[in-house]
Antibody, heavy 116, light 107 residues
């Protein structure tokens, strides 16, 4: 059974940092392209960033609003993906989902609230 | 960025109906398209990838078709649990983007 469990969301102040984690099982994690998707309250979905498998180069890509502030990484030995979020802004407030690019696994979501 | 436009934005239907949702891409994305279902307060769940391949465990009443710029999601014989919001999403080139969603409501 595919399982993706994301965690680490919290209430933080503007300018602060936060690290999200995503633990995956039940599929070929090593070959999977992984990413983070966010959904602001009452809004649609936005693909925040993506990391390819190491065999495909491990390349990372980011959506423009988070470029230079967020960093995605993976530890295949732990079957875990991380999202380091720095210089957080109020507009980063959202539920963050970890997901495989092809969609076979989605986390349950973790809430990040950026507010003073 | 590639834009995805879904139609309709909302749809009223009855249990037992067959419905179709379309997704149009602003440029050719081959078959690099996922369809997802999201229920209120829940995480999205992917139904279909590669435009027409069902994910494991997804009922065969869901089907997808299309390639290039025009795609269709068909749901046959609607059941109460199918009333939800549906999104298309491409993974052709980054940035991946989603359609604005189609809210399927009970008539």
């Amino acid at each position: 059974e595919v399982q993706v469990v994301d965690s680490g969301g919290a209430l933080v102040k503007p300018g602060e940092s936060l690290r999200l984690s995503c633990a995956a099982s039940g599929f070929n994690f090593t070959n999977a392209w992984m990413g983070w998707v966010r959904q602001a309250p009452g809004k649609g979905l936005e693909w925040v960033c993506r990391i390819k498998s190491k065999t495909d180069g491990g390349t990372t890509d980011y959506t423009a609003p988070v470029q230079g502030r967020f960093t995605i990484s993976r530890d295949d030995s732990k079957r875990t993906v991380y999202l380091q979020m720095n210089s957080l802004k109020s507009e980063d407030t959202a539920i963050y989902y970890c997901a495989t690019v092809l969609g076979e696994g989605w986390g349950q979501g973790t809430l990040v609230t950026v507010s003073s | 960025d590639i834009q995805l436009t879904q139609s309709p934005s909302s749809l009223s239907a009855s249990v037992g109906d067959r419905v179709t949702i379309t997704c149009r891409a602003s440029q050719d994305i081959s078959n690099n398209l996922v369809w997802l279902q999201q229920k209120p307060g829940k995480a999205p769940e992917a139904l279909i990838y590669a435009a027409s391949t069902l994910h494991t465990g997804v009922p065969s009443k869901f089907s997808g078709s299309g390639s290039g710029t025009d795609f269709i999601l068909t749901i046959s014989s609607l059941q109460p649990e199918d009333f939800a919001t549906y999104y298309c999403q491409h993974y052709n080139t980054y940035p991946y983007t989603f359609g604005q969603g189609t809210r399927l409501e009970t008539k």
